[in-house]
């Protein structure tokens, strides 16, 4: 909640600042890049942003920011130049994102437009303008850097040439493999389920009942409830297959759509409007309930797969894993689990979900937990899993045996920041800049922006 609180403030203190700016008659130039300016306001409004955000500023304030506002100035320019474009279609479904963002924690246009004393349409153009900036900006840079190639030798020369106070310090990283199995749902509490939704319909079609007002009350998806099931803007690629087939052939506001299932639980949904190929739809979603007598039979059951493997060496895990779990991000790479922020298979502790972090706490490499209750992220229900611990990396100062991939991405992004560093040396060289009285006592990062002011 203080994340989204501060998301929020953030986006206050620019609306605020930015209105102060609007309404000034003349505003102070503090900076001239080109012919671009960089006036006072806009500096007082990036910081207002920094502070809410709690964004690491090394030294004055007023003389860090600007010059980062140059340089970004310095890379549009050049975006400019080179006819960087970006999808439109990709900045709206970003816009769109943030838009959602709002809507979930405000809960409607008409609170949003409120709260920051601005139009939607305004909102809307001021993430617009800074999420294109920011795809830009990260094109330019990528196309200076593309021809950057990184071979086994140049990493370790990197590596020798790095100070030993330099090597960074790697914590405790495992590599895990997971089984699971989805506890059965009795037929009759999927059918119950089925005929509350049914019922659900038939109300709201009938006129007796407002959907919104049911999704608030019923619905068992926390992050749509609160706005009635309203999801937002979304394209076929943003929804699960099953849930998209039915929305994208939906053509009556008024009307309910079938039940659909799909990996999260049983729907109904109603049409909002669509634009394109996109539709913005509200739905209704409930969960069938595993008792706990499911629970224990699942229980049961991973347990003698484990007897299975351990003891009675029937088969081993990753044979398990193919054939008998039901984890669909793993079972086809014999239950290796890959952690989405780096896209390797070694995990810190903090990054695997709680139960498995327990689970394989005093695990030794090559050993299996015995079976266990955790909670599935994607479809939000309750599943049975056992974890084999493949390897365990202690705690260590970097080396090139161990840790090759983090030294290579280390030597990497080192000789694209100093390809971009000497681009923007040039840059600052060619261009007209002129700092104005008040802004020039500064220790700047890059040397050069005071040429024209002596």
């Not at 139009?119 to 900006?137: F, G, H, K, L, M």
């Not at 370790?156 to 960074?168: E, G, I, N, V």
């Not at 086809?332 to 922020?341: K, L, R, T, W």
Request: glycine share 4%.
């Amino acid at each position: 909640m203080s994340n989204i609180k501060t998301a929020i403030a953030a986006l206050m203190a620019a609306f605020s600042i930015s209105a102060t700016a609007q309404n000034n008659i003349v505003d102070e130039v503090a900076w001239v890049i080109g012919d671009d300016p960089i006036y006072k306001s806009e500096i007082e409004e990036y910081y207002q942003e920094a502070l809410q955000e709690r964004m690491p500023i090394k030294g004055d304030p007023y003389c860090t920011l600007p010059e980062q506002m140059a340089i970004e100035r310095l890379f549009l320019h050049q975006a400019d130049l080179d006819t960087v474009l970006v999808s439109e279609s990709m900045i709206q479904q970003q816009v769109e994102g943030q838009m959602n963002f709002l809507l979930n924690n405000l809960g409607s246009k008409e609170k949003i437009e409120q709260y920051f004393r601005k139009p939607y349409s305004e909102i809307r153009d001021y993430y617009a303008t800074n999420i294109r900036n920011r795809y830009r900006v990260g094109q330019v840079k990528q196309s200076l850097t593309k021809d950057v190639k990184v071979t086994p030798n140049d990493v370790r020369r990197y590596f020798d040439k790095l100070p030993a106070d330099s090597l960074p310090y790697v914590p405790l990283q495992v590599e895990v493999q997971i089984m699971t199995l989805n506890p059965v749902i009795p037929r009759e509490e999927i059918e119950s389920v089925k005929a509350r939704l049914r019922d659900i319909a038939e109300r709201v079609n009938n006129g007796e009942s407002d959907f919104s007002t049911m999704a608030i009350l019923y619905s068992e998806d926390d992050g749509s409830s609160v706005r009635g099931g309203e999801i937002g803007f979304k394209g076929r690629a943003d929804l699960v297959a099953e849930y998209a087939a039915v929305a994208f052939n939906l053509n009556d506001p008024k009307k309910v759509s079938k039940i659909v299932e799909t990996e999260y639980g049983y729907h109904i949904i109603q049409l909002i409007e669509k634009r394109g190929e996109r539709v913005n739809t509200r739905h209704i979603l409930l969960r069938p309930k595993v008792s706990d007598k499911d629970l224990n039979e699942a229980i049961q059951r991973l347990d003698s797969v484990r007897t299975d493997i351990v003891d009675n060496h029937k088969f081993s895990f990753e044979e398990g894993a193919r054939y008998i779990s039901q984890d669909k991000s793993t079972r086809y790479s014999n239950g290796v689990m890959v952690n989405e922020a780096t896209g390797n298979t070694m995990f810190e502790m903090s990054q695997l979900p709680q139960e498995v972090s327990r689970a394989i706490a005093t695990l030794q490499p090559g050993e299996i937990s015995q079976p266990f209750v955790m909670r599935d992220a994607s479809s939000n229900r309750d599943v049975v899993a056992i974890v084999k611990l493949t390897n365990r990396l202690d705690a260590h100062t970097a080396n090139l045996a161990d840790d090759f991939q983090l030294l290579k991405n280390m030597y990497e992004n080192s000789a694209k920041e100093e390809i971009i560093d000497k681009w923007l040396q040039k840059k600052i060289r060619e261009t007209y800049i002129r700092i104005e009285d008040g802004w020039r006592g500064c220790d700047f990062e890059h040397d050069g922006w005071l040429k024209n002011n002596k």
